[in-house]
């Protein structure tokens, strides 16, 4: 069965500084792999998502994340976070039949002026 | 154009009663879930529909009856609401069945009095 750790509940940063979101999963073939935010009462947004190739991807808002297979890592980056990315950060794992997401518990992002 | 609407966004009832959540979505995909996020944040998906066949129920109570009527629509009847059920419930579709992005609704916040 699939399974999502994000380890951090709360994380701060000062605006400008780097962040890195992470994120384990437990899958046993190759998993589809999602970074979700969602801003307070808001609906969740999709940042970037990994199917296969560069382990690498880019995301929308200046997001980046690294798929590290033998870490069973899915770590999500921004090289300077800015005060409109204070939000919860989501990681998701897919690939069951029938598509079904299952989410991490979440990481709350807030940024420090 | 909104891809992916849900109504109402707020919804308000006292045990006991039967409420309906809609969900529309303008992206011509052809699967569509609901998800149920509680007070902890934490989000689980309870149904999804491909073409308008149930594929994934994920052992949620008999209460909760998601009726498509097109790949466009997936609404959630829920009967004799009771305390648990406060959560908000997001829909949303992806292009196919198999690890494919899911787009999400706004949410509809219920709370059950």
């Known amino acids: 069965a699939q399974s999502v750790t994000q380890p951090d509940i709360h994380i701060t940063v000062s605006e400008g500084a780097s962040l890195e979101l992470r994120c384990n999963y437990s899958y046993g073939a190759t998993p589809y792999l999602f970074w979700y935010v969602q801003s307070p009462g808001q609906g969740l947004q999709l940042l970037l998502k990994y199917f296969s190739g560069d382990t690498l991807v880019q995301g929308i808002k200046g997001f980046e994340a690294e798929f590290k297979r033998s870490q069973s890592s899915f770590n999500l980056r921004k090289p300077s976070v800015h005060w409109s990315d204070a939000a919860e950060y989501f990681c998701?794992?897919?690939?069951?039949?029938?598509?079904?997401?299952?989410f991490g518990a979440g990481t709350i992002l807030r940024v420090k002026s | 154009d909104t891809a992916v609407s849900q109504t109402p966004k707020y919804l308000v009832t006292q045990m006991g009663n039967d409420k309906s959540i809609k969900c529309e979505q303008n992206l011509g995909h052809d699967t569509m879930y609901w998800y149920k996020q509680d007070s902890k944040k934490f989000l689980k998906i309870m149904f999804s529909?491909?073409?308008?066949?149930?594929?994934i129920n994920e052992t949620v109570p008999n209460r909760f009856s998601p009726k498509s009527p097109d790949k466009a629509h997936l609404n959630l009847h829920i009967n004799s609401l009771e305390l648990g059920d406060s959560a908000v419930y997001f829909c949303a579709s992806s292009p196919q069945v198999g690890g494919r992005e899911q787009y999400f609704g706004p949410g509809t916040r219920l709370t059950v009095t």
């Open positions: 529909y491909n073409n308008k066949e149930l594929i």
């Open positions: 998701a794992v897919g690939g069951e039949y029938g598509n079904k997401l299952v």
